[in-house]
């Protein structure tokens, strides 16, 4: 009877190639490009799955201008309205979609520059936000100016150096605030501690001062800016009607009113619209059931960014804990003055996967090897969020599988209106 030792059979088993079960999978799912793929396959069915076409709230919005005067929301449509011809609904929807397309773009090549697959091998981390049910509301936002915010957001981190990106957070903060006040609740958290983070990493006193001033600098140009929206952006709702007729002249679409209805209110009366909301039997048990379709994601990406920190920076990690958690936790700030939950939760996860980047790109240096526990939690998440579906935008609804069976019932108006 011919026997071998358990070494010659291992070594037959290579030559056929017969792995055992054990080193096959640990070849296959402990592989860089298996989670790229995964990653990639996993964003394309996210998209999916929110994915539509501009609604007529974003294609007015996108319009307006300060031919009426000067408002808040209207340098977007000031710049590119005429340029782009965004009064023709083929032509906005272009536009948006392209910008959508740039801002997943973008994010992939900060993740590429941020080395977060080979820091963090083997990549479980990338595969994990872009299955999550953030990516699909992005793609539902279609032609919203949270794209071009994110991607306003987005620009600076990948200026390494602490004065130049502080430039570019200054440029990108006032065009962000003057293009939507959203962002300087959502994103500007995210660039003054970008800008933060160059006290953590500068080589000489001169270069954290820089870091620290800048960070304030950014903080008071914020508060001034929305000062002044607040005093001078709104209009009168004669003016707005004015607005809506000259922009109705040009348009192939109809207009949506709302956003006509909205740029008249000043802050105390939207709190007002808030406060009758907060008391709805609904509004909490809502509250719940979004944060348990964003949440998962966002907090296990926070858990990966603090533990990078601790393992990078052990001498300054607890500060820039505070920074990085806040930074985060920004995009909850708006439920106070926005109805709609699931959009500034969406931005919760955003903002989680932002920082992580930032954390990976500037302070990142050998790889760190995620405990199992950690990357678990990657694996349950990411099938939560491949079984997660719900409510939208107007009234719109996805199934889990197959997402291109949306239901639909027609819009019966905004009680609040979007923001």
Known sequence: MNRMSPERIQRQEGVNGCEPVAATDALVFDGRRFWAWTALGLGCIAIGKGIREPNPWSYTQAQLNYSAGFIHRGLFGWVLGHPLQLNLYGHFAVVSTVLLLFLFAALGLLASKAKLAERTPPGELLALYASSYSVSYLAHLNGYFDI?????????????????????????????????????????????????????????????????????LLAVLGVGLMAYLARHGSISAGQAELLRQSLSRTADRRLSTD?????????????????????????????????????????????????????????????????????????????????????????????????????????????????????????????LNMASGGGMLDYRHIRPFPFLRGAYTPSVGNPAGHL
């Open 148 to 216: 071009p915010l994110a991607l306003l957001c987005i620009v600076p981190l990948f200026v390494r150096s602490t004065g130049w990106r502080l430039t570019a957070a200054l440029v990108c903060a006032s065009v962000g605030i003057l293009i939507h006040e959203q962002f300087f609740f959502a994103f500007l958290p995210v660039l003054i501690v970008s800008v933060l983070f160059g006290a953590a990493i500068g080589p000489t006193i001169a270069q954290r001062r820089v870091a620290w001033v800048g960070g304030a």
């Open 259 to 383: 956003v006509f209805d909205v740029l008249p209110r000043s802050a105390a009366e939207n709190l007002a619209i808030m406060e009758d909301l907060w008391h709805r039997p609904s509004f909490y048990g809502g509250q719940v059931e979004s944060l348990l379709l964003f949440g998962p994601t966002a907090a296990v990406l926070s858990w990966a960014t603090f533990l990078l920190l601790r393992r990078w920076r052990p001498d300054a990690h607890r500060w820039l804990y505070a920074g990085v958690l806040l930074a985060t936790l920004a995009p909850l700030s708006l439920h106070l003055v926005g109805w709609d939950k699931n959009r500034w939760n969406e931005l919760l996860s955003l903002n989680a996967f932002i920082l992580l980047l930032m954390v990976s790109r500037l302070v990142g240096s050998e790889p760190v090897r995620l405990p199992l526990r950690l990357r678990r939690a990657c694996l349950l998440v990411m099938l």
